[in-house]
């Protein structure tokens, strides 16, 4: 009896210290930071990918070991690990892993839609972004004919909203480009709604044009609405708007950096020299600020403007004032 009893103590003594033993060495697995590196180390989590996996890949980039502690941990309290890209920081411990893994805080991603570009050049950086999901036809006019079938609209110059949006690996250009639609048919909608009542102009669609037009004249804050309101006050008066924007858009792939006298007369459904009123579509994308400009112009009898060499224009209400503006640019170059 004696002998058994000495026996039993003896089991239980070593089942204890087993059991010490192993509670310590989970607690050390616990309290221990993997080994990440010094730089952010990003982890894509495809769907489907299981908690082991995930392990087993980290133990073979030496982040951390493929060890019962992990099976221990991920049983006691079971991941719901979401899909997509995570960056893991030094520091980070086992059990903070698998709750950012199930938190779903993947990397963000940046893609800056400028204001003054024209849809062929956002298709261009939608081309060159490595990160995003290429489903338009490299070739512009596939992927022009695309967009507008899919997003129903007659033309896709103008109809894309300067800003910045944040987009996760797997993200698509198509969906940029949804989702900058979208935000400049709200946008135009609230310029449209504040609109000065006298504006000759028919639609939201119209007021757009105007303010792409807008955003290519100019890049100062403080000139839009007087830019506006030249172009208001020609088109109230049935004066051409003479805007060398146009002029070269209407030019396409043929435009060199310069534009020429005979340029302003070749006739283009985009030539404001030689037409009346507004041009056909948009000419780039205007941001706010050339939306609200065009919506509410700057009081003025301004009818000409002209660049005054410093980055600015000199707005005149004469023919013979617009000259004189121009022959002092001329003398100043």
Known sequence: MKRLLAI???LGLIAGSAVLFFTQQYRHFLETPLNLPAKAYVLEVEPGTSGSSIIKHL???????DSWHWRLLMRLEPPAIKTG??????GMLPRELLQWLSSGAVVQYRFTVVEGWTFTQLLQALANNNILKHTLDPDPDEARAAITARLAMDHPEGWFFPETYQFTRGDSDADILGRAYRVMRKELKSAWQVRNDELPLKSPYELLILASIIEKETA????RGQIAGVFIRRLKKGMRLQTDPTVIYGMGDSFDGNIRRRDLKTDTPYNTYTRSGLPPTPIAMPGRA???AAA??????ALYFVADGSGGHT????????????????RRN
């Open 315 to 330: 707005f005149s209400a004469t023919l013979q004032e617009h000259s004189e503006a121009v022959n002092r640019l001329i």
């Open 59 to 65: 133990s073979k980039s030496g982040i951390t070991r």
């Open 85 to 90: 890209e995570y960056q893991l920081h030094p």
């Open 290 to 292: 050339s939306l609200l």
């Open 220 to 223: 100062k804050e403080d000139e």
């Open 296 to 301: 509410q112009p700057a009081a003025g009898d």
């Open 8 to 10: 039993t103590v003896i």
